[in-house]
């Protein structure tokens, strides 16, 4: 799948979970960024929130913080390699990105090309 599609349908999606929200009674949004950077205190958080108490529950499985780390070294690669892809992105979806909370524009800041021998700049900057 493109990368054009994998935003579009990411858009579409969230925009499509969005319209739901106000149709539903109980509902609790959180993002993976969130849960990843402290799960144990969003985990608590969902545990009261339900009516578990958080001490009768233990968590075994350890959450990997970061885990888009991966795909922004694939999107550093692809935008070091094609240099117009991200403004193009950022062109067409970026205003959408950014109404659900997130930049597109940052994730063109690669701080080191993959070859280790340049920054890549933003689409502010081209």
Request: with cysteine.
């Given at each position: 799948m493109s990368i054009d599609r994998l935003i579009d349908n990411w858009i579409h999606v969230n925009e499509y979970?969005?319209?739901?929200?106000?149709?539903?009674?109980?509902?609790?949004?959180?993002?993976l960024e969130e849960f990843t950077q402290d799960p144990d205190?969003?985990?608590?958080?969902?545990?009261?929130w339900v009516g578990v108490s958080p001490s009768r529950v233990t968590r075994t499985?350890?959450?990997r913080q970061n885990t888009n780390r991966k795909?922004?070294?694939?999107?550093?690669?692809?935008?070091?390699?094609?240099?117009?892809?991200?403004?193009?992105?950022?062109?067409?979806?970026?205003?959408?990105?950014?109404?659900?909370?997130?930049?597109?524009e940052e994730w063109g800041k690669c701080p080191v090309t993959t070859t280790g021998t340049a920054s890549v700049s933003s689409a502010a900057d081209a």
């Open positions: 979970m969005r319209s739901d929200l106000p149709h539903l009674t109980h509902v609790k949004v959180i993002t205190h969003f985990l608590n958080e969902v545990y009261r499985v350890k959450v795909y922004r070294k694939k999107y550093c690669k692809m935008i070091e390699e094609d240099p117009g892809l991200h403004a193009n992105l950022v062109a067409r979806f970026g205003e959408k990105v950014s109404e659900l909370g997130y930049s597109l």
